[in-house]
């Protein structure tokens, strides 16, 4: 039997599992469908957009993020709008599906798992995660253009489908990273420039608090020799005093190191995120602190969950509808952590205004959400939404208003951002070819300290 959260249990706690065949979930469409709400195509459309030149324990960001939007067209004429990640692995995935779900209602999230399981071969995949799940992150780009076809049918907005927002407005982190000034090709620094010290790191979270008066900060590390790093934590604590801080080494720290540094740390940050790798390791910190450990890559999929809540790995659980399966699958997760007692917050990749529109409806709608969402979008310039990008107000979003996700597509900036795909070349983040950029002699490793 596969390893279920069950398993974490006491065996004198499950009396018995109830064990049956499983259900036909290839079955036909219900009779009573309806069809302004059957699918009649689906289309993904492969983007580009600029990114700077920030940093992380895999290396450096390229001059280009690469992305997908996700559109699904109902026979009733409405289209729903999805955005997910711009490497083969998804796109071949989205593609390989498309026709099988045609016909399919966008309330059927059970008939598209089961559709995309039997359409596209399972293999694990993913950028600076552990065992992501390509099955996994298929799903979750169609399942968000479901349900805002769904919403957009019925005048519904995401939210309320999903039972309901219990926040108006939704609290993100300011999101730092070190940084080069510029990438290799630029002839001048950009609008951020260099940022490599304590002092440089203050002043980008100056800036962020001026963009949109952000509460918690993050700062990605797993780059400087982590007494550097904390360095650069201490600053951000004499400049911001009542900040709630983090940091994610992104594995980048060995056991011995973050042993090290934890006197340093307690009483410093509100959580520590994925210092060490695997779950293994990460249990061995946690068993030795009373700061809360959180990851976004060691439990990323439905059969982590398990073992990390037996070894007592993490405290904190950041989702991401992007690779969980969805908004549905992402509201079992949020379920999860509120019967074992874990945080809750939100990781965020390079993204535009469809994804940040769809993490602003699920934190709304998800009653333990207990810390700040993370996101990359003030990093960002561009967007393929009308009406311009989103603005960030009291360190958060109010939930978009209009029915679905509240966004609509622009044509001529998805066809620009398309033209950005064809033309810049690449077809998978590579940070560690992007860093020997600056760094000659730069290779990849984790742990690196």
């Known amino acids: 039997m596969p390893e279920s959260i069950l398993s974490v249990l006491p065996s004198a706690t499950v009396a018995r599992r109830v064990m049956g065949s499983a259900p036909d979930l290839r079955r036909a469409p219900l009779s009573n469908t309806s069809p302004k709400t059957r699918i009649a195509d689906i289309r993904i459309t492969p983007i580009a957009f600029y990114d700077p030149p920030l940093l992380n324990n895999a290396g450096c960001h390229q001059p280009f993020a690469l992305r997908s939007v996700i559109e699904v067209e109902t026979e009733g004429g409405v289209i729903g709008l999805g955005e997910s990640y711009g490497n083969r692995g998804v796109i071949d995935g989205v593609e390989a599906v498309a026709t099988a779900l045609r016909g399919l209602d966008v309330t059927d999230i059970h008939g598209l798992a089961a559709r995309v399981k039997a359409s596209v071969p399972e293999q694990v995949e993913g950028y600076n995660t552990g065992a992501g799940s390509r099955n996994l992150r298929v799903c979750g780009a169609i399942e968000v253009a479901m349900w805002d076809a769904l919403g957009k049918t019925t005048g519904h907005r995401v939210c309320d489908l999903l039972g309901g927002h219990v926040r108006a407005h939704v609290p993100f982190s300011a999101y730092l990273f070190y940084k080069f000034g510029q990438h290799p090709h630029e002839g001048a620094p950009d609008a951020w420039g260099e940022v490599l010290t304590p002092e440089q790191l203050v002043a980008e979270a100056h800036r962020f608090r001026e963009l949109g008066g952000f509460e918690a ?15 650069g934590l201490e600053a951000l604590r004499a400049a911001f005093p009542d900040a709630p801080l983090r940091i994610d080494p992104n594995g980048g720290w060995t056991v011995e190191t973050t042993l090290k540094l934890l006197p340093r740390l307690e009483g410093l940050i509100e959580y520590l995120e994925d210092p060490c790798v695997g779950i293994e390791a990460n249990a061995q910190v946690q068993a030795k602190t009373h700061i809360p450990l959180a990851t976004n890559m060691y439990v990323v999929q439905p059969a982590h969950v398990a073992p990390a809540i037996r070894q007592h790995a993490f405290r904190v659980i950041l989702s991401d509808h992007h690779y969980w399966g969805g908004l549905q699958a992402s509201r079992t997760l949020a379920a999860t952590c509120a019967i074992w007692g874990l945080g809750l917050s939100m990781h965020s990749n390079s993204h535009l205004g469809i994804s940040l529109a769809a993490m602003t409806h699920l934190a709304a709608a998800t009653p333990n959400l207990t810390y700040d969402c993370d996101t990359h979008y003030p990093w960002q310039t561009d967007d393929v939404i009308e009406g311009g990008r989103f603005t960030f107000q009291g360190g958060g979003l109010t939930v978009p208003e209009g029915p679905g996700l509240g966004v609509t597509l622009d044509r001529a900036a998805l066809a620009r951002l398309h033209q950005n795909y064809l033309d ?12 020997r950029k600056h760094w000659t002699d730069w290779t990849f490793q984790r742990p690196r300290f």
């Open 217 to 231: 900060i993050k700062l990605k590390g797993g780059i400087l020799p982590p007494e550097d790093e904390i360095a």
């Open 424 to 435: 810049c070349g690449y077809t998978a983040r590579d940070d560690e070819t992007e860093m």
